[in-house]
């Protein structure tokens, strides 16, 4: 964690201003937002071991007016750089990120924005499947809408077909709060070529269009 490689400066030192960025990660790291257990170990040779990630947002009044301008904790975003020092190794760093939501508030959560299906032959009489993991991390219900008309506007150049080259199985559903589902993807390519889809998704709650 940063905070391990801190040097304290002689009682006579000038630090100077912090910058923003120096500001921002001595809070993360005296709110303690981010936390890792255990911080040090030995493995044997062939061995694994399980490393805990804690986040535990805490409310403070000051961060969160200078960093949203509000007196509330809601859509507080949080980041923290840390390293995992190998004796004798390479740093590996890894970026530690969170976000709160407000009480009843719902999001849909996708792991990415890319997605690279595996080759799929062409001719096939039935689409390939291929899951998309969702998931509502707030604690309200949300509704997601997947627009299938954009996915009509593709097509093969050379070959005409009344069926879709992707289409969605599930394109609207709800998810309560903590759900985790699937977003069924429905691939049935007829060129040997790569294809590029974009898929809009419009989520909403109770009060509108998130």
Not at 57 to 69: I, L, M, V, W
Not at 130 to 140: A, F, K, L, Q, R
Not at 151 to 179: C, F, H, M, V, W
Request: net charge neutral; proline share 8%.
């Amino acid at each position: 964690m940063p905070s391990d490689s801190y040097v304290s400066a002689d009682p006579w030192a000038d630090p100077g201003e912090p910058s923003d960025e120096e500001a921002f990660e001595k809070a993360m790291v005296e709110r303690r937002i981010f936390e890792i257990k255990p911080k040090s170990g030995v493995l044997p040779r062939g061995e694994s071991s399980e490393i805990q990630l804690f986040y535990s947002p805490s409310f403070d009044e000051k961060f969160s007016q200078k960093q949203a301008g509000s007196q509330s904790a809601i859509n507080e975003q949080h980041h923290l750089c840390c390293f995992f020092q190998i004796v004798n190794g390479k740093p590996i760093a890894i970026e530690l990120r969170g976000k709160t939501l407000a009480p009843s508030k719902g999001l849909l959560y996708i792991k990415k924005t890319h997605y690279t299906f595996p080759p799929v032959p062409i001719g096939t009489l039935l689409p390939a499947i291929y899951p998309i993991e969702i998931h509502n991390v707030g604690s309200g219900k949300i509704n997601y809408k997947a627009d299938t008309e954009a996915l009509a506007a593709y097509s093969d150049d050379k070959i005409r077909s009344q069926e879709k080259l992707l289409d969605i199985q599930n394109p609207i559903k709800t998810l309560n709060a903590g759900e985790k589902s699937y977003l069924y993807c429905l691939f049935k390519p007829l060129e040997a070529k790569k294809y590029n889809f974009t898929l809009p998704i419009t989520v909403s709650d109770f009060s509108g269009v998130i």
